[in-house]
């Protein structure tokens, strides 16, 4: 399995307060991504990166923020959750862009 | 209209039988995924393709690049292959992966 690792792997909080999950990789893989999945809808990319301090939006990103100072770590913050980021969470990898990514095991994130 | 659309979104079925679930896409694209996730999360990555065919163990997926269509078939289907089927295809004209919302199966013993 691919050394892909989120944390926490599960949050609670309530609306207003700023929330960071982490996606850390062992493998020197230069894409990473983070998704969420709802019900109803497919996995959808919140933002993605493609090298340290390269990063870009995907389909659903307000709300959210990245960061990526380290090959191996990718953070994702939520500067003030609301209750329509309750989803789960899930970080991916792949080398290159565009083949086969590897999962990691996903944050359950509740805003309440 | 979803880009990547999949069928049945729900499919019961008993072991052993011959499992065929279907993706078909509207847009361009140079590669196909197949993904399977298990009750409990975690999303795995079966086969990725761009043509003909592909096989592992008892799972095979084909694609048919002029007819926009992927079938995976599951064949002597077990208790244990029950979970999430994801189709999902890297957009050409942006290189994006666009994943389609999934097909629930439930192999009863």
């Known amino acids: 399995d691919a050394g892909i690792t989120q944390s926490p792997r599960h949050k609670v909080t309530e609306t207003g307060t700023p929330v960071t999950l982490r996606c850390h990789q062992t493998?020197?893989?230069?894409?990473m991504y983070w998704y969420r999945q709802d019900p109803g809808h497919g996995l959808r990319l919140i933002h993605y990166?493609?090298?340290?301090?390269?990063?870009d939006k995907g389909e659903v990103s307000d709300g959210y923020s990245v960061s990526r100072s380290k090959t191996e770590d990718f953070l994702l913050t939520l500067e003030s959750a609301t209750s329509s980021q309750t989803s789960v969470y899930f970080c991916?990898?792949?080398?290159?862009?565009?083949?086969?990514?590897?999962f990691g095991p996903g944050t359950r994130l509740t805003v309440l | 209209k979803n880009e990547v659309e999949q069928s049945p979104q729900n499919l019961t079925a008993q072991e052993g039988e011959f499992i065929t679930i279907n993706c078909s896409y509207s847009?361009?694209?140079?590669?196909l995924h197949w993904l399977q996730q298990h009750p409990g999360g975690g999303i795995v990555s079966l086969f990725m393709?761009?043509?003909g065919k592909k096989k592992h163990g008892r799972l095979i997926a084909t694609i048919n690049i002029q007819e926009k269509h992927s079938s995976l078939h599951i064949t002597a289907s077990h208790p244990r292959d029950s979970a999430v089927y994801i189709c999902?295809?890297?957009?050409?004209?942006?290189?994006?992966?666009?994943f389609g919302k999934g097909t629930r199966l439930h192999i009863l013993p």
């Open positions: 990166s493609y090298g340290v301090k390269d990063t």
């Open positions: 991916a990898i792949s080398e290159p862009q565009g083949s086969e990514q590897f």
């Open positions: 393709l761009s043509s």
């Open positions: 493998e020197n893989h230069r894409y």
């Open positions: 999902a295809v890297r957009r050409t004209r942006d290189d994006k992966i666009i």
């Open positions: 847009v361009g694209i140079s590669a």
